[in-house]
């Protein structure tokens, strides 16, 4: 197993400083760069965790805490071990807060993410790679479409409301996402009904864009979280293996590409 070095950061954005997380290699050679949106819950040591398994298999990974403008993470009193069915008033907190971060103000923060990845020694040259959860599927998606040329790979796992009917829906703009795109989508999700799945699937593919979108049986929104009810172990190892395969294509040319423009929408 690849030593892991990890250290808090401060990143400057255009609205203050986001406060964030960095693991890499403890190897002092510069990796390729993975961005992890985070989910509502925040930047806790649940996501340090996984950036620590990225940065294992030899990655620099940045988990940045989306919602800096309200405080330094932790902004909520979260028990170690998350039911929001056992404490339904935790919504009451946190909901407002995503509220604010509208995909202007997201895309504003992503551009300062990137450019201080770019600038960093651990940081190797190129593209980067992205991967979101939850609420942080939406971002990575956006982020692909906005910043194309910074982009190589993304990925977003129990995502919800990708593909809405809104003017402002991280599916319209997928004719400008260059990235490989990977989803897993949790199944039975009312945050992304299956409408919504075929909207993305349809954008997506119209667009051109290489990409899979895979639906988990049996997996609840959140699945990927192993410090919450949601938690499902079967979805989650099927998570890190999308994932790291997905990071291997993007950053190891000798590994098997996907074919042309492939797409597989799989049940």
Same mark, same amino acid.
């Given at each position: 197993m690849t030593a892991v070095q990890g250290t808090a950061v401060d990143i400057p954005t255009a609205d203050g400083t986001a406060d964030a997380y960095l693991a890499h290699p403890d190897d002092g050679a510069a990796h390729p760069a993975v961005l992890v949106f985070m989910d509502a819950f925040?930047?806790?040591? +649940?996501l340090r965790?996984?950036? #620590?398994?990225?940065?294992?298999?030899?990655? /620099?990974?940045? %988990?940045p805490n989306l919602f800096h403008r309200h405080g330094r993470a932790p902004l909520f009193d979260l028990p170690e071990y998350i039911d929001p069915g056992a404490r339904p008033e935790m919504f009451e907190r946190i909901v407002p807060v995503m509220q604010t971060l509208t995909p202007d103000l997201a895309m504003r923060d992503a551009d300062a993410y990137l450019n201080w990845l770019d600038g960093h020694p651990a940081v190797a040259d190129g593209p980067v790679a992205l991967t979101g959860y939850c609420m942080g599927a939406r971002l990575s998606l956006l982020t692909a479409g906005t910043y194309p040329e910074r982009v190589a790979a993304a990925a977003g796992f129990h995502g919800g409301r990708l593909a /809405? #009917? /809104?003017? #402002?829906?991280?599916?319209? %703009?997928? #004719?400008? %996402?260059?990235?490989?795109?990977?989803? *897993?989508?949790?199944? +039975?999700?009312?945050?992304?009904?299956?409408e919504q799945i075929r909207r993305l699937e349809e954008a997506l593919t119209s667009a051109g864009v290489r990409h899979r979108c895979e639906v988990y049986k049996g997996a609840p929104?959140?699945? /990927? +979280?192993?410090?919450?009810?949601?938690?499902?172990?079967? *979805?989650?190892?099927r998570h890190w293996s999308a994932l790291l395969d997905l990071l291997k294509r993007t950053f190891r040319p000798q590994s098997t590409p996907l074919d042309g423009k492939l797409t597989a929408y799989r049940r």
């Open positions: 925040g930047l806790r040591p +649940q965790s996984m950036a #620590d398994r990225l940065a294992a298999e030899g990655y /620099t990974v940045l %988990v /809405t #009917d /809104t003017p #402002d829906s991280p599916h319209l %703009v997928a #004719d400008k %996402v260059t990235a490989e795109l990977y989803f *897993g989508h949790a199944d +039975q999700d009312p945050s992304l009904p299956e929104h959140g699945f /990927t +979280q192993a410090d919450t009810a949601s938690y499902h172990r079967e *979805g989650d190892e």
